[in-house]
């Protein structure tokens, strides 16, 4: 089946550096979805991408959907403790079905 | 605007008993799934409803899972008899997007621990 791998698994960071992660496929997705899921609570949506080569911005988080559609990026600018979490990409299995896969994570871990 | 609802937050039971798992998805919403996460395999889907109807049970991982949606604002995960192996974190979360979207919206999960 469809799968997603995440990249790098987990990253260590001071506060204020910037972060880049990916999320990347054997097969095409038409929708990359972004969340972040905080020690004990559920993931939340942060970023939704619809078109290839689209870049969003949702405040000091950039993502986008790559040219080839196997792929999609999250960057965080300027990082502060509370970006701290786990990140996780996400897409429909099937276009037009609600079914989504999701990668295995990122997590980032920010020392003050 | 209240989020997914889900209740308990933590339940601690002994293998063999009943366990159930409620969910109150948000205002509107007509779709509803249900998420095992697992540190060996990540977020798994389990099953989800659309319009209160079963579409897709594949993930349900045995018999001793089930779930309903009797209504559009309530659903449960049962898992009778419980083993340790059940032991996660379980989501719910539920959707309103318009073709082509796939926006899901996910409550705090259950954590579930069974001894």
């Known amino acids: 089946g469809q799968q997603l791998n995440q990249s790098p698994q987990s990253m260590f960071i001071q506060e204020g550096e910037d972060v880049s992660m990916n999320c990347t496929s054997s097969?095409?997705?038409?929708?990359w979805l972004w969340y972040k899921q905080d020690p004990g609570e559920g993931p939340v949506l942060l970023i939704a991408?619809?078109?290839?080569?689209e870049l969003t911005s949702n405040g000091r988080l950039t993502a986008q959907f790559g040219i080839t559609r196997k792929d999609s990026f999250l960057n965080i600018s300027a990082s502060i403790p509370s970006d701290v979490g786990i990140y996780f990409c996400?897409?429909?299995?099937?276009?037009?079905?609600?079914?989504?896969?999701f990668g295995q994570g990122t997590r980032l871990t920010i020392n003050p | 605007d209240a989020g997914v609802i889900q209740s308990p937050r933590h339940e601690v039971t002994e293998m063999g008993q009943e366990v159930t798992l409620r969910c109150k998805p948000i205002s509107g919403h007509d779709y509803l799934f249900w998420y095992r996460q697992t540190m060996m395999r990540g977020l798994e889907l389990l099953i989800y409803f659309n319009n209160n109807v079963p579409i897709d049970d594949s993930g349900m991982p045995e018999d001793r899972f089930s779930a309903k949606m009797p209504n559009a604002s309530f659903s449960t995960l049962k898992i009778q008899p419980s083993e340790p192996r059940d032991s996660a974190v379980y989501f719910c979360?539920?959707?309103?997007?318009?073709?082509?979207?796939?926006?899901?919206?996910f409550g705090p999960g259950t954590r579930l621990t069974v001894l």
């Open positions: 097969s095409i997705f038409n929708t």
């Open positions: 991408l619809y078109k290839a080569g």
């Open positions: 996400a897409g429909p299995i099937i276009q037009g079905a609600q079914k989504l896969v």
């Open positions: 979360a539920s959707s309103s997007a318009p073709t082509g979207h796939y926006e899901q919206f």
